[in-house]
């Protein structure tokens, strides 16, 4: 089974606008971690947010809001005031176990968000 | 100050030949990773070192060896390269809640 699934392949947003990015995740450890990355076209993975699952607030880190609802296993990501450099493919990941441990990051298929003028 | 670095970004070779990936991370993290990215984007992970020992060696084939040398570098050594090993590969460390990814370097082999 999946265990991270990003519903959206492509997504359109106007310039200036907030736009959500879906995420849900599967997984019967207590404690995990989600991470949200921006890979713009030249290629590099760019860190933008992490939630921890005991976090009792949901993540924001400038423009960029994690909405963390862990019933329904989601943590959709929230980009506010879209600017045309946030047009890029947008990646969530989960790490199983408790943060500080050693295992990997398993990622989703990834929704490439498009900003228009 | 580049947290995570690695090179080469390209590596064009032929197949047949032996190619190495280093990577080198200055943030003082436990675990370092390699992750390799398809031609459809999807990111799998192929190894995970804590503390310099191999922690997940997960279905890849042996012709792939990654080396550690100290906690702050874990290099990737591929043998006999393979046109299917075609990809960009990705270092990546981190510690708590950070997880840091250097820039790729996108292998072609012809």
């Known amino acids: 089974a999946q265990k991270i699934t990003q519903t959206q392949p492509g997504m359109f947003v106007q310039e200036k606008e907030a736009v959500t990015l879906d995420c849900t995740y599967d997984?019967?450890?207590?404690?995990?971690?989600l991470f949200w990355y921006k890979q713009p076209s030249s290629g590099e993975m760019i860190f933008l947010i992490y939630?921890?699952?005991?976090?009792?607030q949901n993540a924001t880190e400038g423009r960029y809001s994690l909405n963390f609802q862990k019933a329904r296993k989601s943590a959709n990501l929230v980009i506010s005031a879209s600017q045309l450099g946030d047009s890029a493919m947008y990646f969530c990941?989960?790490?199983?176990?408790?943060?500080?441990?050693?295992?990997?990051?398993?990622f989703g298929s990834g929704t490439q968000l498009t900003v228009l003028p | 100050d580049t947290a995570v670095s690695q090179t080469p970004k390209y590596l064009v070779t032929q197949m047949g030949n032996d190619k190495s990936i280093k990577c080198e991370q200055n943030?003082?993290?436990?675990?370092m990773y390699w992750y390799k990215q398809d031609s459809k984007k999807f990111l799998k992970i192929m190894f995970s070192y804590n503390n310099k020992e191999l922690i997940i060696n997960e279905t890849v084939p042996n012709r792939f060896s990654p080396k550690s040398p100290d906690k702050a570098h874990l290099n990737l050594h591929i043998n006999s390269l393979e046109l299917g090993d075609s990809a960009v590969y990705f270092c990546?460390?981190?510690?708590?809640?950070?997880?840091?990814f250097g820039q790729g370097t996108r292998l072609t082999v012809v």
């Open positions: 990546a460390s981190s510690r708590e809640a950070q997880a840091f």
């Open positions: 997984t019967s450890d207590p404690s995990y971690g």
């Open positions: 990941a989960m790490r199983e176990g408790r943060a500080g441990s050693a295992r990997q990051l398993t």
């Open positions: 939630q921890g699952s005991y976090d009792q």
């Open positions: 943030l003082g993290h436990d675990t």
